[in-house]
């Protein structure tokens, strides 16, 4: 009878973890924006540590 | 009893970090149909862009571009902007429903649209023409 007490917790924080997955993230939504957009108006011609083209010179 | 107590520190230790590691995660946004819709508008752009200066194209508030001005359009050019303005729209429509799809959460798909429509505007040069939060037209 007294492990039903431990139901409650578990029937409260389940929906929990739903309620926190479904939250947008705003700010890497912000920067996955900011990196397409600076390649698609080219407004970094430097590329930034990622995605280097593979027949680029060898390290400065 | 002691073993719930357990199962419920565990559950507990396991929900405190998770917000953290969804809060560092990126969004998922290398995948092919994303470079796809990504390459087709970096190759639009270069047409695009004298548009975008004079003020005969501006971007709208709900991350589109529209035909703002087509007086400043010479008139043998206009179909031509109709035809980038829309091709351009199919991109950015297919590009935010992509990323959405791509977080396994397609119903993210309108806050991806408002975040662009931010970020568009805050990087477009000097001149070029915006929509504001109410719908008017106003250049940077």
């Known amino acids: 009878m007294k492990h039903w007490i431990w139901l409650l917790p578990a029937a409260l924080i389940l929906p929990a973890c739903v309620t926190i997955n479904i939250y947008f993230p705003a700010a890497a939504a912000e920067k996955a924006a900011d990196k397409i957009i600076d390649e698609v108006w080219q407004l970094k011609q430097e590329q930034q540590n990622q995605q280097k083209p593979a027949d680029a010179p060898a390290e400065k | ?140």
């Open chain 2, 1 to 140: 009893m002691k073993k719930y107590l357990y199962a419920i520190t565990f559950l507990l230790a396991a929900l405190t970090a998770m917000p953290a590691a969804i809060a560092a995660a990126d969004l998922e946004i290398n995948t092919p149909a994303i470079a796809a819709i990504q390459g087709s508008m970096q190759a639009r752009h270069g047409q695009l862009a004298p548009y975008y200066a004079s003020g005969a194209v501006g971007l709208t508030r709900d991350g589109l571009v529209a035909v703002r001005d087509a007086n400043a359009v010479p008139l043998k050019d206009r179909q031509g902007v109709n035809s980038l303005v829309a091709a351009e729209n199919k991109d950015r429509n297919a590009l935010y429903k992509e990323i959405a799809n791509a977080n396994g959460h397609p119903e993210w798909e309108s806050e991806v649209r408002n975040t662009f429509a931010q970020r568009w505007v805050q990087k477009a040069q000097g001149g070029w023409w915006y929509q504001d939060a109410g719908g008017g037209w106003a250049k940077k």
